[in-house]
């Protein structure tokens, strides 16, 4: 996609400047705000976090779970109660 941008000549001054500061062009740094400004994509936490803060994690909510809480029967868990048209 190709933009074209009327600015004033404050407003292009201003871009430059900022896209100096950062080593960057204008147009490297525009992209740069699309990216930043875009609604985030769904992303899982295991993709964001090293392997070891997944793992902490994980492991805080595993023990945040309530230990008296009873198992399903085996009945509870068949193939045969999940699925009962099927059979």
Do not use: C
Not at 41 to 70: N, Y
Request: charged residues 30%.
């Amino acid at each position: 996609m190709t933009l074209t941008l009327k600015l004033s000549p404050e407003g292009e001054a201003a871009l430059n400047a900022q896209a100096h500061a950062r080593g960057m062009s204008v147009e490297e740094w525009l992209l740069e705000l699309a990216k930043r400004t875009r609604p985030p994509v769904a992303r899982s936490l295991q993709d964001e976090l090293t392997p070891e803060e997944w793992v902490r994690q994980f492991d805080a909510w595993v023990e945040d779970h309530d230990r008296t809480t009873p198992p399903l029967s085996d009945e509870a868990i068949s193939r045969e109660s999940i699925y009962p048209d099927r059979f």
